[in-house]
């Protein structure tokens, strides 16, 4: 059976995959009455690569830091475990890629890791974390410099990593990373 889901277009899926896929789809499918298109959070564009990513008959489409950022939070909220498992092994694979680049949206670390801390996925959220410990601190200056004056809502614990790597940094370092050191909650 072919349905819609409504996000900022409507999206036509085959019921049956998502029902494989998905255990939030095997119940709303089953709840479902008529041919109403069914809301979701997203975009066109992330809904027909998450299709492509689920269906068998389709060439698998490249994966790249990008996508993965798009994706991620939808997969996750519609529970799509191997599609979700897939994307947090390429990060893995591809970790070293991430950086303290705040100009570079697909690999800034502390986008990664603001990404991984809202809908609590741990296994990324211990790559990124893994990741930024493992960092030159040199390499987190301008991180560290955007978190002070535009703060990008990291939590305590990557405020805790950064105020580490800005005690080794020492002298020398700009006072705006000596008030993120001082600033940061334990």
């Excluded at 072919?2 to 036509?12: G, I, N």
């Excluded at 069914?38 to 068998?56: A, N």
């Excluded at 694979?93 to 603001?114: F, K, M, Q, V």
Aim: net charge negative; hydrophobic share 45%.
């Amino acid at each position: 059976m072919t349905l819609k889901l409504a996000c900022d277009a409507e999206v036509p899926v085959i019921s049956q995959f998502l029902q494989v896929a998905s255990p939030f789809f095997r119940g709303a499918l089953d709840d479902m009455r008529g041919n109403a298109p069914i809301s979701v959070d997203g975009s066109f564009g992330t809904w027909t690569y998450i299709q492509s990513c689920l269906y068998p008959l389709h060439d698998q489409p490249e994966v790249t830091l990008d996508s993965v950022q798009v994706m991620l939070l939808v997969v996750h909220k519609y529970d799509f475990a191997k599609l979700l498992k897939r994307l947090v092994a390429f990060v893995k694979e591809n970790i070293e890629l991430l950086s303290g680049d705040a100009n570079t949206r697909e690999t800034y670390i502390i986008a990664w890791l603001a990404l991984a801390e809202s809908p609590q996925l741990d296994e990324l959220l211990e790559l990124c974390l893994g990741r930024l410990r493992g960092m030159a601190p040199e390499e987190l200056k301008d991180a560290i410099t955007v978190e002070v004056e535009e703060g990008s809502g990291a939590d305590k614990q990557t405020r805790r990593v950064l105020r580490k790597q800005v005690k080794a940094l020492g002298r020398g370092t700009s006072d705006a990373v000596f008030l993120l050191a001082m600033n940061a909650d334990d």
